[in-house]
């Protein structure tokens, strides 16, 4: 199975950005829909942002909307969150995804990297 590899995840205080990158093992092909979800502790991992790779089209949670920006980078298997004016609320673990459909239903994850954010 592949592993999608992020990096970019660091300790930052409310209001910095970071720039999280998911690097696929192989060219991401344009059915694909790449996305980035989050776990905090105790909580259930949840949806953050996804493109449609041939498309570009974006989604994001409510809770980043204008915030979180998800895009294509250069390269043919790169992905990249921009993550600006950051809240303590964002703190969790961030997975990159891979899929065909937005639903998410049968995702290849990467291991995840650590955002934390304080005030």
């Known amino acids: 199975q592949e592993q999608l590899a992020e990096s970019g995840g660091g300790s930052v205080q409310a209001g910095d950005s970071l720039r999280l990158t998911c690097a696929a093992p192989?060219?991401?092909?344009?059915?694909?829909?790449m996305g980035w979800f989050r776990q905090a502790p105790g909580k259930a991992r949840e949806f953050v942002a996804a493109i449609r790779w041939g498309r570009q089209s974006t989604y994001y949670a409510d809770s980043v909307k204008g915030r979180f920006t998800i895009s294509r980078g250069d390269a043919a298997n790169t992905v990249f969150l921009q993550m600006n004016n950051l809240k303590p609320e964002d703190a969790a673990v961030y997975y990159c995804?891979?899929?065909?459909?937005?639903?998410?239903?049968?995702?290849?994850w990467g291991q995840g990297t650590q955002v934390t954010v304080s005030t």
């Open positions: 192989g060219r991401i092909f344009s059915s694909a829909v």
């Open positions: 995804a891979r899929d065909t459909n937005l639903d998410f239903t049968r995702p290849s």
